[in-house]
C-alpha cells in the first residue's frame, strides 16, 4: 500500500457538509458582505479624509459653523428619542393586545403590522402629505366635527415629523415585544392567578419583567435607526428640524463636500457602535433579540 492511499482523504465540500455547517457557512457569507459593503467604505472613507488633508479644513471651521452643526445633531437625538418614546408606548399597547388576543383574530392582526415593510418609505410619507395637508384627511375631519373652524398647519413642522417617523418605526417595536411576550411561558401567568394575583399584579410581577429584552431590543433598533433617517424629515418637517442625515446628503451628493460629510458621520458612527457595545455588555443582544439569559 502506498503512503498515499494511506493518508486519510478530505471529504469533498458537497450538500451534506453545507447542511452541516450551515451557521458556519452563513456567518462567513455575512462577515465577507458586512466587510465588503460596509467596513471597506469606511476605512476607505476616513484614509481619504486624512491623506488629503481635508480634516485641516474641517479643523478650521467658524464658531457659528460649528454651533450649526452640534444644533442638527442635538435635534437629531430629540427627535430620535421622542420617536423612540412614541413607539415604545403604541408599540406595547399593540403587542400586549396581539399577545392576549385570540391566535387567529392576532394572525390576522399581525398581518396589518406587517404590511407597512411592503409599502416604500417614501410612498408611506407621500401619503401622510395627503393626511395631515391643509385639505387633508384630518384637518377636513376636524372642520366637519366642529373642533376647528380653520384647517391646522400639520405639514412641514416637529410634530409632523414625530408622526411619520413613528408610523415608519412601530412594526420594529410591535415585532421585538411580541415576540418577547410571546417567549413567556403561559404557565407563569396562569400559576399567578390560580394563587390570588389579580390582572394588575400578574402584569406588573411576571408579565411586564419578562418582556423586557423586547422592551430594550426594539428600544435600540428604532432608536439607530431613527438616527439615520433622511427621507420622512426632509419631507414633513422644517427648517428646524433637520437632522444629520440630511445634512450629510446636502454635503456629500449636492455640493461634493466629502470633508464635512465625514465630519458629520463618523460621530453617529461611533455613537451608534457605543450603544450597541453598551447594550450588548450590560444586557448581552443575544437575549434582548431572541436569546436565552
Not at 118 to 123: E, L, Q
Not at 202 to 231: C, D, E, N, Q
Amino acid at each position: 500500500m502506498s503512503a498515499a492511499a494511506g493518508r486519510a482523504v478530505p471529504p469533498a465540500i458537497g450538500f451534506a457538509w453545507l447542511t452541516e455547517h450551515r451557521y458556519l457557512v452563513l456567518g462567513v457569507l455575512g462577515g465577507v458582505w458586512l466587510l465588503v459593503w460596509y467596513v471597506l467604505p469606511i476605512v476607505l472613507m476616513l484614509g481619504r479624509f486624512v491623506a488629503d488633508g481635508e480634516f485641516l479644513r474641517v479643523a478650521s471651521l467658524s464658531a457659528i459653523e460649528q454651533s450649526l452643526y452640534l444644533r442638527v445633531y442635538t435635534n437629531t437625538f430629540k427627535i430620535a428619542l421622542v420617536v423612540t418614546a412614541e413607539c415604545l408606548i403604541l408599540g406595547y399597547i399593540a403587542a400586549y393586545a396581539l399577545y392576549v388576543l385570540p391566535t387567529r383574530v392576532a394572525a390576522a392582526l399581525m398581518a396589518l403590522v406587517l404590511v407597512p415593510f411592503w409599502v416604500s418609505i417614501i410612498v408611506r410619507t407621500y401619503a401622510l402629505l395627503v393626511v395631515l395637508g391643509r385639505n387633508g384627511l384630518v384637518n377636513q375631519s376636524l372642520i366637519d366635527l366642529g373642533v376647528v373652524s380653520a384647517p391646522l398647519r400639520m405639514m412641514f413642522t416637529t410634530e409632523a415629523v414625530y408622526i411619520g417617523m413613528a408610523q415608519a418605526l412601530l412594526p420594529f417595536m410591535v415585532l421585538s415585544i411580541y415576540s418577547a411576550l410571546r417567549g413567556i411561558d403561559p404557565n407563569l401567568p396562569l400559576a399567578a392567578r390560580a394563587l390570588g394575583a389579580g390582572g394588575v399584579r400578574v402584569f406588573t410581577r411576571i408579565v411586564f419583567p419578562l418582556s423586557l429584552p423586547g422592551v430594550w431590543g426594539g428600544s435600540l433598533l428604532v432608536f439607530i435607526l431613527a438616527l439615520g433617517y433622511f427621507i420622512t424629515p426632509a419631507l414633513l418637517g422644517g427648517p428646524r428640524d433637520v437632522m444629520v442625515a440630511q445634512i450629510i446628503h446636502q454635503r456629500a451628493v449636492l455640493q461634493g463636500d466629502f470633508a464635512i460629510a465625514i465630519l458629520m458621520s463618523v460621530p453617529l458612527l461611533v455613537i451608534t457602535l457605543a450603544l450597541v457595545a453598551g447594550f450588548n455588555r450590560y444586557l448581552g443582544l443575544d437575549r434582548i433579540w431572541g436569546g436565552r439569559a
